[in-house]
């Protein structure tokens, strides 16, 4: 008899969905798919505010990469009243939204995956978690939360509000570095990248290896990939230009003004969520697992693979070990977890060359706007992926118009594939127990944020 | 003694969990008192059992229930329905579980409009209908908790300050009921008020406003109001600064928005805003639009689609 199997809510990743599984008569997998339940509208509802205030607004989209939608929003609004941020503006809000993703990085790494690894994927729910950890090893977990606090810390007690940012502002941030501030942040960003440093270390030699035989088959799909790359093609997480890489390696780069030729999004009935695709591919939209058509994958495995470098020494070197095992582009899902990390490094070092620049304290930080007609793309690597705010303001410089494609939505189409691919693979004859479930759901947790 | 909790997220964006998560080393303390018995965002229990294969929402007997963000569908009043069912305390966490939240601008709207929108943007291929299938409909409006189910204490902000959740989740933990503030924004700002405005009108925030030089301290700066900067302090709850009472957005030097709700649960913070405004001779009409005071407060039936 066919039986139908309902995981929900998916837990340890941040949001709403929900897999469904239905098996055949003889118990392997009919069919798997992932649902994602949340339509909260804000692209019509931001319409008729003051383009201005749009940044205080979008940053409600996701609570865990507040910077990431208030950036790109304060971006698209610049475009809008066609104002360029001063340049210690701009350093202010890329500091900001670099120490956003390391702090992030950990949070993910150590409070949401590492259960799966370090407490095992098959273990009992009640301890397959954070407070598992907690009690498992209280001195990791203590330096854990002391090191992701010192970075959330940081950003709270500079910007005064960082669950949901108000400091940046159309043509640049609201308020200066002063260089007591710049000294005491450069002295913690120090302490992060040496627990960066720590983190990939440890996981490399401790965890990663038992996972080898996971890593090569759990989640695995073959798709292309989409991120931010500076005008030397080295992995930029604040601007630059966009690259969508094809599974074979071969790419393309374009203006982030100009994702509306290159990116499409297909509805499928049972989802509010829209799944993004390469429409300029010319081959349609299909979750096909053989033969997928027009799929790519964004966040932190996305963007090591399309970025020719990394811009910082530490994280080459990292980039240089992970390519010479995996190749470019990879493609095994769980290697998001490992990708995370490099990008981890590559954020901590970015942060201190950014409090470094001379630049940072100049008190110049806001240039002079008035609201206008004009439309703006404001566009961000957000954890989960590459973020575009699109606006177009009337002539009182309220929002006719918007379009967003948000990071997480990019992975849609890819997460559905890859818990697809993990319940084919793992539900066999009718066997079913939480344990397999939970590896399926951890085909989902690799690209979660 | 060891408290039992079970905590969800509803219409909400996990801002309000990471506040959580922001109280830093205090959580570690928490969790020596607190089992958790469902929490989405850290562990993994279910909704339909381990296995997925029942048919309702199961949430287990818990002494304290923590929700945050509003209810948008069905499935939302669901699991809220569950929830009050088995907790003996409902604590809703955050704006959107108390007045609705950001997402409740929707609510100026119709389910309508919102979907025709989002499913006919430049970018995305038209569908034949819009997604439904095994998917909760939408409710007519975006609502706050208490529309549907009975709530015990309040905690707004966006998001609530981590000291206030761990003042909370310490109170419940000794048996008594957590003291929050109840004066306005303004009644703990700093900002220096010199009460004799001339002013006809309130402006965008479109430039800095005078603070002096960079370091210098908040007592310094003339309140935004005065200088012609809307601020919501007058009609919001104070609190988003936590035990360190400074309004975090000021403190920016940036306008208040308002994200703790109106100062009284049941107020209006658009109203109240707007006769404060006229009543200081400041002229309404030359303000770009008002739906924004309501921003955070928009449930309980106060934005609704305009006639047309």
């Keep these: 008899m066919s039986q139908t199997i309902t995981i929900q809510p998916i837990t340890r990743i941040e949001g709403h969905a929900s897999i469904g599984i239905t098996l055949d008569d003889s118990g392997n997998v009919a ?3 992932l649902s994602y339940m949340s339509l909260r509208g804000f692209e019509k509802f931001i319409e008729g505010k003051p383009a201005e205030e749009v940044p205080r607004i979008v940053s409600r989209i ?14 698209a609004v610049d475009g809008c009243f066609g104002v360029t941020p001063t340049p210690a503006g701009s350093k202010l809000r890329e500091l900001m939204q670099t120490i956003a993703h390391a702090e992030d990085k950990l949070l993910h790494f150590f409070f949401l995956a590492a259960a799966d690894f370090v407490i095992g994927p098959t273990a009992d729910y009640a301890v397959r978690n954070v407070i598992g950890i907690a009690q498992a090893n209280p001195e990791l977990a203590t330096q854990v939360v002391k090191t992701r606090q010192m970075a959330k810390m940081m950003l709270d007690k500079f910007s005064r509000k960082t669950i949901h940012p108000v400091a940046g502002v159309v043509g640049g941030f609201a308020k200066p570095l002063l260089e007591e501030e710049r000294k005491e942040m450069l002295d913690k960003m120090q302490q992060i990248l040496d627990f960066a440093l720590f983190t990939i270390d440890f996981a490399k030699k401790g965890v990663f290896p038992q996972y080898l035989e996971a890593i090569q088959t759990l989640g695995v799909i073959k798709t292309g990939f989409i991120g931010t790359i500076d005008a030397q093609g080295a992995l930029n997480l604040y601007d630059g230009k966009l690259r969508i890489m094809k599974a074979d390696g071969s790419y393309t780069d374009f203006a982030a003004k100009d994702y509306a030729n290159y990116i499409g999004e297909h509805v499928e009935p049972y989802s509010y969520g829209k799944y993004p695709y390469a429409r300029f591919w010319n081959e349609g ?27 910082t020494p530490r994280a080459q070197a990292e980039l240089e070990e992970f390519r010479s095992l995996f190749g470019r582009p990879a493609q095994a899902t769980l290697l998001y ?30 240039a002079k706007v008035e609201p206008k007609a004009g439309r703006g793309v404001g566009c961000v690597e957000a954890p989960r992926g590459t973020l575009i705010h699109d606006y177009t303001t009337d002539s009182n410089g309220l929002i006719a118009h918007a379009n967003l494609i948000v990071g997480t939505t990019h992975n849609l189409g890819p997460m559905n594939m890859s818990v697809n691919q993990a319940a084919r693979t793992l539900i066999k004859d009718g066997h079913v127990d939480e344990g397999i479930l939970n590896q399926i759901e951890m085909a989902v947790r690799a690209y979660d944020p | 003694m060891t408290v039992k909790v079970a905590s969800d997220w509803l219409n909400s964006c996990s801002g309000c969990e990471i506040s959580i998560v922001d109280m830093g080393e205090r959580l570690l303390d928490v969790l020596k008192v607190a089992q958790f018995v469902h929490l989405p965002a850290l562990m993994d229990h279910k909704y339909f059992g381990q296995r997925g294969t029942g048919k309702h929402i199961e949430i287990p007997e818990a002494d304290v229930g923590i929700l945050s963000g509003g209810l948008r569908n069905q499935e939302h009043v669901e699991v809220a329905e569950a929830f009050r069912k088995s907790c003996k305390i409902i604590i809703a966490l955050g704006t959107c579980a108390t ?10 709207f119709s389910n309508e409009e919102i979907k025709q929108r989002y499913y006919a943007t430049e970018t995305t291929d038209a569908p034949g209908a819009f997604p439904s299938e095994g998917l909760p409909p939408l409710l007519d409006s975006v609502m706050a908790l208490d529309e549907k189910i009975a709530v015990d204490i309040y905690l707004p902000g966006c998001p609530p300050h981590p000291d206030h959740v761990f003042a909370a989740l310490v109170a419940l933990v000794e048996g008594r009921s957590p003291v929050l503030p109840d004066k306005s924004v303004c009644d703990t700002c700093p900002t220096r008020r010199e009460g004799k405005g001339q002013l006809k009108s309130v402006q965008r925030f479109l430039k800095a406003p005078e603070y002096g030089a960079p370091g210098e301290p908040l007592d310094k700066m003339r309140c935004l109001l005065e200088q012609g900067y809307m601020c919501m302090g007058p009609v919001t709850r104070a609190g988003c600064g936590g035990d360190g009472i400074v309004p975090r957005c000021v403190s920016a030097r940036v306008p208040c928005r308002g994200c703790y709700g109106p100062v009284r649960p049941e107020g209006n913070q658009r109203l109240d805003m707007l006769n404060a405004l006229a009543s200081n001779g400041i002229d309404i009409a030359t303000l770009p639009e008002s739906i924004s005071m309501l921003r955070f407060s928009g449930a309980h039936g106060l934005l609704r689609p305009a006639h047309k």
């Design chain 1, 31 to 33: 069919d798997a798919r």
């Design chain 2, 99 to 108: 007045h609705g939240g950001i997402p409740t601008l929707a609510n100026s």
């Design chain 1, 285 to 311: 939209f299909s979750m096909d697992l053989e033969q997928p058509k027009g799929i790519y994958r964004a966040n932190t495995l996305a963007r090591i693979n399309v970025a020719d470098k990394m811009a």
């Design chain 1, 62 to 75: 996701c609570g865990i990469c507040p910077w990431m939608h208030h950036l790109a929003s304060n971006k």
């Design chain 1, 337 to 366: 977890h490992y990708a995370r990390l490099i990008e981890e490094v590559y954020a901590c070092e970015r942060a201190i060359e950014i409090l470094k620049d001379p630049e940072i304290t100049d008190p110049n930080v806001r």
